[in-house]
């Protein structure tokens, strides 16, 4: 499988890039007390910091409201996951516990304050790409409702979109029976390539610390913009 950025998203943002997690042989179940421990605790501690310091504060969240902006979206209107998920926070609705790969997905958006999704790698068909959506772009979301892309950052594979920074498909979603995962960080621009690898590989050891199974971490920016998994 080919994983790449469409060339014309550098015409916009030279520095944009995304990190790639690929999961193999994990195991999906409940999360154990230990993260949702970990998880809730998080929340609560940056429940307070955020009575201080608004969402829109927050130097990761303020920095992809200009992302999003840049490529035609309103960030007002649609926001990126990280940012609804801290908004959640922010009001005391704590994010409950899923599953162990939607638990870990969350926590990773909140403590770097980026996009993140996780996906079944065996319900994406074809090769991946990193594009912006047009007006026919659009799916089913986790939401429960047809969500359009145009003018938002997507991954699509060969039966279309399944997957972005807004919300995620449910035709792509990892489940309990998932065993091989793809996981997309959409990074912030401005961290340095040391700093998006150390990123992954702590994101990467933390995951299959749980949920065994191996990992594998790659990064694409404009210097290059593909990987084979």
Same mark, same amino acid.
């Given at each position: ?177 998932? &065993? ?5 960080? %959409?990074?912030?621009?401005? +961290? #340095?390539? /040391? !700093?998006?690898?150390? =990123? *992954? ?6 995951? &299959? ?5 191996? %990992?594998?971490?790659?990064? +694409? #920016?404009? /210097? !290059?913009?593909?990987? =084979? *998994?």
């Amino acid at each position: 499988m080919k994983i790449s950025i469409d060339p014309l998203i550098f015409e916009t943002n030279s520095h944009f890039k995304i990190g790639i997690i690929h999961y193999t042989k994990i195991v999906v179940s409940e999360s154990p007390q230990m993260i949702k421990g970990r998880t809730r605790l998080y929340q609560e501690n940056l429940y307070f910091e955020l009575q201080e310091t608004s969402v829109t504060e927050r130097p990761g969240i303020a920095e992809w409201r200009k992302v999003w902006k840049s490529f035609g979206a309103d960030p007002n209107r649609y926001r990126h996951s990280a940012e609804s998920l801290m908004r959640r926070i922010a009001k005391e609705n704590y994010l409950e516990p899923f599953h162990l790969a939607v638990d870990l997905n969350n926590f990773f958006s909140l403590q770097y304050e980026i996009p993140i999704g996780i996906y079944d790698l065996t319900k994406i068909q074809g090769d991946v790409q990193v594009t912006v959506g047009n007006e026919e772009t659009g799916y089913e979301g986790l939401n429960g409702r047809y969500n359009s892309l145009k003018n938002i950052l997507c991954s699509v594979d060969d039966n279309g979109a399944f997957g972005s920074p807004f919300v995620d498909s449910k035709r792509t979603a990892v489940t309990e029976e998932t &065993t091989d995962a793809l996981h997309i960080f %959409y990074l912030r621009p401005t +961290l #340095s390539e /040391n !700093e998006c690898q150390e =990123l *992954l590989q702590s994101a990467g050891k933390m995951f &299959t610390q749980v949920s065994g199974g191996n %990992y594998k971490p790659f990064i +694409l #920016s404009s /210097n !290059e913009p593909n990987t =084979l *998994l």
